[in-house]
């Protein structure tokens, strides 16, 4: 079974602190992803990587940064948080770049910016 | 625009009954993928069903098929002989363009489902 896990299912950071959300996924796939899920809004697209080092900007990189050094890790970095990143953060994962590859998923994080 | 619309913010259905979950969606381009996702209250997204742009036959996958009509570009997902366990948040999604896409997914904006006993 795929497995895509993430580093912690809760997490309440203050204003202005550096927080760094870790994804690892162990099926060797080369494409990996960060969403964020808001009511109302679905799932919106933070950034995504296709291979290791390289990365793409989703619909709504403003204030995140990512970090893909091995392929089975993909990290979604905030460089100084805030109040409105408050959400569910969830990364996922697919094979190859064919269009019917689903995507697997992480269970989400739920981060709290007080 | 939205490229993804579910008009449908809640749904309810009784239990052993069909339901109907709507998905329109808006793209130019000739190749692309639609799929539906569930997510339980546990929150982790679950792949139902895929469509292919060019598969001339709707999805299906046990209790869920995909009610495929391209020309009005929707994407309804049909359960069919609703469970309790289908109670969950659904959403559709499409990935657009050529197969270099890197399977981008852009989604709706969910509807909720409830099943009645």
């Known amino acids: 079974d795929v497995k895509v896990t993430q580093s912690s299912r809760y997490l309440v950071k203050r204003t202005g602190e550096k927080v760094f959300l870790e994804c690892v996924q162990d099926?060797?796939?080369?494409?990996m992803f960060w969403y964020r899920q808001d009511p109302g809004l679905g799932l919106r697209l933070i950034y995504f990587?296709?291979?290791?080092?390289?990365?793409e900007k989703g619909d709504i990189p403003e204030g995140y940064s990512v970090s893909r050094e091995k392929k089975e890790r993909f990290s979604l970095i905030l460089e100084s948080a805030s109040t409105n990143q408050t959400s569910m953060y969830l990364c996922?994962?697919?094979?190859?770049?064919?269009?019917?590859?689903?995507?697997?998923f992480g269970p989400g994080t739920r981060l709290t910016v007080l | 625009a939205q490229k993804i619309t579910q008009t449908q913010p809640g749904m309810f259905v009784q239990e052993k009954e069909a339901v109907t979950l709507d998905c329109t969606y808006d793209?130019?381009?000739?190749?692309?993928?639609l799929f539906w996702y569930k997510q339980p209250s546990s929150g982790e997204m679950i792949f139902l069903i895929y469509?292919?742009?060019?598969?001339?036959q709707n999805a299906t996958e046990g209790r869920y098929s995909l009610n495929f009509q391209k020309a009005r570009k929707s994407a309804n997902l049909v359960i069919s002989a609703s469970q309790l366990g289908d109670s969950a948040m659904y959403f559709c999604?499409?990935?657009?363009?050529?197969?270099?896409?890197?399977?981008?997914?852009?989604f709706g904006q969910g509807t909720i489902l409830t099943v009645h006993p």
């Open positions: 996922a994962s697919s094979f190859g770049a064919s269009s019917y590859n689903e995507q697997f």
């Open positions: 099926m060797d796939h080369e494409n």
């Open positions: 990587s296709y291979d290791v080092k390289m990365k």
């Open positions: 793209t130019s381009d000739q190749s692309y993928g």
């Open positions: 469509q292919g742009s060019y598969d001339e």
């Open positions: 999604a499409m990935r657009e363009g050529p197969d270099t896409s890197y399977g981008k997914l852009t």
